[in-house]
């Protein structure tokens, strides 16, 4: 299946990582205010890098991956996001992920990007449920999650911190 080097949605454009998007990837891991509610997911420049590489061979991998989103009117990087398949408990699903420059928060990008991400998901990944892992703290994720349907599945702790994990079934 051949995947589509862009999604649009009203403002923003959905673009597959590519290597040019490494320093906004980087910048981005460097803001400590990016990250008030875990700090174990920061990243110096050569793990952001390396973890950028890691997400660019998903796609090769899987014919999915997380995007580079960009304002659509300015092609300004705001964050990176999407869904890529993972194991949770042995379950396959896609995890729903997003982070955001603080400067794009408070604007709905995030929600525009995940109903992107969803309708993907249905259309190309029907059989996989998307789940959604927050730090119990992030209020606006938990409430993102539960704005686009999904509900609370399961409470863990990973790595010492208490995470939640949210589900949205796969359609019919």
Same mark, same amino acid.
């Given at each position: ?6 999604? =649009? ?6 673009? &597959?990582?590519?290597?040019?998007? /490494? ?12 990250? %008030? ?11 952001? &890098? ?41 379950? %396959? ?16 990008? /995030? ?9 993907? /998901?249905?259309?190309?990944? %029907?059989?996989?449920?998307? $789940? ?6 992030? /209020? ?17 702790? =990973? ?5 939640? $994990?949210? =589900?949205?079934? %796969?359609?019919?």
């Amino acid at each position: 299946m051949v995947e589509p080097d862009e999604i =649009r949605t009203e403002r923003l454009a959905l673009s &597959r990582i590519q290597p040019t998007d /490494a320093d906004a990837y980087i910048a981005m891991h460097g803001l400590p205010e990016a990250y %008030p509610h875990d700090s174990r997911f920061r990243r110096d420049p050569e793990q952001a &890098r390396e973890q950028l590489d890691w997400f660019r061979e998903k796609w090769v991998a899987d014919g999915i991956g997380y995007w580079t989103i960009r304002l659509a009117a300015t092609a300004e990087v705001i964050g990176f996001g999407g869904v890529q398949h993972k194991d949770e408990d042995d379950d %396959p699903v896609l995890n729903l992920f997003y982070r955001f420059f603080p400067t794009a928060w408070g604007n709905g990008y /995030a929600t525009e990007m995940a109903r992107a991400a969803i309708s993907w /998901a249905r259309d190309h990944r %029907p059989d996989r449920p998307v $789940v959604i892992t927050t730090d119990v703290g992030n /209020a606006a994720s938990i409430r993102l999650a539960e704005k686009l349907g999904f509900t609370l599945s399961a409470e863990r702790e =990973r790595d010492g911190c208490a995470e939640l $994990v949210f =589900r949205l079934a %796969p359609p019919g």
